[in-house]
């Protein structure tokens, strides 16, 4: 199957300060096309999840450049580089190059210090 | 501005079956995916399947002998049907949009219908 891994679980972050978040997974998410399909999503407290990130580094629209991505193969990274109070929440990988299924990260709570 | 909206029975018995529709406004439900994907209490996302305004879809394997999907494009709706429910189908579950038949990602989401299964 197509596990995904991040860590870590939880962050505590002061504001201002950088976090960064790391997905694994357990095949190469590179796809036939050339492209690799690992997304990242923040869900914030009683929302859905919404669009950060997508095909590994690209923002998503209306997304602050503060958030970045980065990786390939089997290892990708989230940064954030100020951290602010809005950016609370669970941040998620999730893969969709070996669909189906598509497969998420076990999440990776963000609180602020 | 496109809006989901879930809907349906917010309680099912165990072995019964759990169905809910995702009803689309602000845009059409043609020449998208649209996926379910499920959240149970203090856990993470698990990808249900999804379906494409033609009918095709695809599921998780994990659920595919329990799941049926349809699409109403004269209702610009989608439905998820979950037969033999357990306690383990607890869960908020959200209907999404998806762009692309490779590479698929979600763009809206609704906000989320909890259904709890229990007797």
């Given at each position: 199957?197509?596990?995904?891994?991040?860590?870590?679980?939880?962050?505590?972050?002061?504001?201002?300060?950088?976090?960064?978040?790391?997905?694994?997974?357990?095949?190469?998410?590179?796809?036939?096309?050339?492209?690799?399909?690992?997304?990242?999503?923040?869900?914030?407290?009683?929302?859905?999840?919404?669009?950060?990130?997508?095909?590994?580094?690209?923002?998503?629209?209306?997304?602050?450049?503060?958030?970045?991505?980065?990786?390939?193969?089997?290892?990708?990274?989230?940064?954030?580089?100020?951290?602010?109070?809005?950016?609370?929440?669970?941040?998620?990988?999730?893969?969709?190059?070996?669909?189906?299924?598509?497969?998420?990260?076990?999440?990776?709570?963000?609180?602020?210090? | 501005?496109?809006?989901l909206?879930e809907?349906?029975?917010?309680?099912?018995?165990?072995?019964?079956?759990?169905?809910l529709t995702c009803s689309v406004?602000?845009?059409?439900v043609?020449?998208y995916y649209w996926s379910w994907?499920?959240?149970?209490?203090?856990?993470?996302?698990?990808?249900?399947?999804r379906i494409?305004s033609?009918?095709?879809?695809?599921?998780?394997?994990?659920?595919?002998?329990?799941?049926?999907m349809s699409v109403d494009t004269?209702k610009n709706q989608v439905s998820l049907?979950?037969?033999?429910?357990?306690?383990?189908?607890?869960?908020?579950?959200?209907c999404?949009r998806?762009?692309?038949?490779?590479?698929?990602?979600?763009?809206?989401?609704?906000?989320?219908?909890?259904?709890?299964?229990?007797?």
């Amino acid at each position: 199957d197509f596990v995904m891994t991040q860590t870590p679980l939880s962050l505590s972050v002061t504001p201002g300060q950088p976090a960064s978040i790391s997905c694994k997974s357990g095949q190469s998410l590179l796809h036939s096309d050339g492209k690799t399909y690992l997304y990242w999503y923040l869900q914030k407290p009683g929302q859905p999840p919404q669009l950060l990130i997508y095909e590994v580094s690209k923002r998503f629209s209306g997304v602050p450049d503060r958030f970045s991505g980065s990786g390939s193969g089997t290892d990708f990274t989230l940064k954030i580089s100020r951290v602010e109070a809005e950016d609370v929440g669970v941040y998620y990988c999730m893969q969709s190059t070996h669909l189906p299924p598509i497969t998420f990260g076990q999440g990776t709570r963000l609180e602020i210090k | 501005q496109v809006q989901l909206q879930e809907s349906g029975p917010g309680l099912v018995k165990p072995s019964g079956t759990l169905s809910l529709t995702c009803s689309v406004s602000g845009g059409s439900v043609d020449s998208y995916y649209w996926s379910w994907i499920r959240e149970p209490a203090g856990e993470g996302l698990e990808w249900i399947g999804r379906i494409y305004s033609s009918g095709s879809t695809n599921y998780n394997p994990s659920l595919e002998s329990r799941v049926t999907m349809s699409v109403d494009t004269s209702k610009n709706q989608v439905s998820l049907n979950l037969t033999s429910a357990t306690t383990a189908d607890t869960a908020v579950y959200y209907c999404a949009r998806g762009r692309k038949r490779s590479g698929d990602y979600f763009d809206y989401w609704g906000q989320g219908a909890l259904v709890t299964v229990s007797s």
